[in-house]
C-alpha cells in the first residue's frame, strides 16, 4: 500500500511546480505582448488593471475576472511644448475608477469597442476621448484586453487575486510588473 503522505507530498511538489513555472512562462509572455504594444504606441507609458474575485455576485457564482484595464499615455507635443492632461476619459466612466491613487495621473479606459457611432455624432467617438492616437492603435489596445480577458487564469496565478497589476515601459524597452495587493469592495 502507497504512503498517503508521499502521494500528497508529491502532488503538493507537483503543483509549487506548475504554478512556478505558468507564472515564470505567463510573465515572460505578457512581457513580449506589453513590450510590442509599448513600441507600437510610443505615448503609452503604463498599461493597469485590476484583477479580482468578487466577495457577492447577486446570487450568482463568484468569478475571478480582470477589472477597470486601463492605459496612461503621454502628453501630445505641441509647439509650446507637451499639452497638460494626457487624456480624457469616457464619457459615462467613473472618474475614480481611473485614477491612481497615488499619483494625480488620469488612466484612460481601454477600447471595447469600434462602434462609430457609440455616442453619437459623426466622428468616430475615439477621436474626442484619445486624441493623436490612431485607430490602428487602439485596435490593437483592443486586442490587448481581449489578450487579458483570456488569460485570466494565467494572470491569476502569476500575480494572485485581489491585486492591482501595472504594467510600465522602462527605458531600455522592457517591461516591469507590479502587483499592489487591492481592496475591491
Known amino acids: 500500500m502507497t504512503d498517503q503522505n508521499a502521494l500528497i507530498k508529491e502532488f503538493n511538489d507537483a503543483k509549487v ?18 513590450g510590442q504594444m509599448f513600441a507600437v504606441e510610443p505615448r503609452i507609458r503604463r ?3 485590476r484583477q479580482y474575485t468578487p466577495y457577492f ?6 468569478e475571478f475576472s480582470v477589472h477597470d484595464r486601463s492605459f496612461d499615455l503621454a502628453p501630445l507635443p505641441t509647439d509650446d511644448g507637451p ?3 494626457p487624456i480624457a476619459l469616457p464619457v459615462g466612466d467613473d472618474e475614480d475608477d481611473y485614477e491612481d491613487e497615488d499619483d494625480d495621473q488620469e488612466w484612460a479606459e481601454l477600447p471595447y469597442s469600434f462602434d462609430r457611432t457609440r455616442y453619437g455624432g459623426e466622428e468616430p467617438y475615439w477621436v474626442k476621448y484619445w486624441p493623436g492616437v490612431s485607430e ?3 485596435r490593437q489596445l483592443k486586442q490587448l484586453n481581449d ?3 483570456s488569460f485570466e487564469d ?13 504594467a510600465t515601459k522602462n527605458a531600455d524597452g522592457t517591461v516591469t510588473f507590479v502587483a499592489e495587493s487591492y481592496d475591491h469592495e
Open 17 to 34: 511546480a506548475y504554478t512556478k513555472l505558468v507564472s515564470e512562462k505567463g510573465k515572460a509572455l505578457l512581457a513580449a505582448v506589453f
Open 57 to 62: 455576485n447577486d446570487g450568482e457564482a463568484c
Open 136 to 138: 490602428s492603435t487602439l
Open 147 to 149: 489578450t487579458l480577458e
Open 47 to 49: 498599461i493597469q488593471w
Open 154 to 166: 494565467v494572470l491569476k496565478i502569476t500575480f494572485d487575486d485581489h491585486v492591482k497589476v501595472t
Open 83 to 85: 499639452t497638460g492632461n
